[in-house]
């Protein structure tokens, strides 16, 4: 049985939370109770969900948990829009790594339905 320390994409998504979490220290201290917490627990629902996934029974299971992980990502996106919009950090770097986990987590899911399709 594979860990999910061992998936790239769990890898890819605790790194990034890593750095959303030193981003959002820059944001203004009116931002800890909105922002920054919700950017956060977003962020963290990244990993958290494809950890949680790789150890349910079934493979519908696992990619749907895998799809929720893919949903909180999209919600960070737009939090990290906002916050370069609002000019609290360059979020550039943090966005394009985004693209890039959504990616890995897109071929994650898929992988899982072509794998319950086959039977």
Partial sequence: MQRFTDLRAWREAHAWVLDVYRLSRRFPNDERYGLTSQLR????????????????????????????????????????????????ADVRAERSRADTIGAMLHGLRESLEA?????
């Fill in 115 to 119: 794998r319950l399709r086959t039977g």
């Fill in 41 to 88: 627990r977003a962020a963290m629902s990244v990993p958290s969900n494809i950890a949680e996934g790789s150890k349910r029974r079934s493979l519908a299971e696992h990619a749907r948990f895998v799809n929720i992980a893919e949903g909180s990502l999209a919600e960070a996106d737009y939090q990290l829009m906002l916050a370069g919009d609002l000019g609290y």
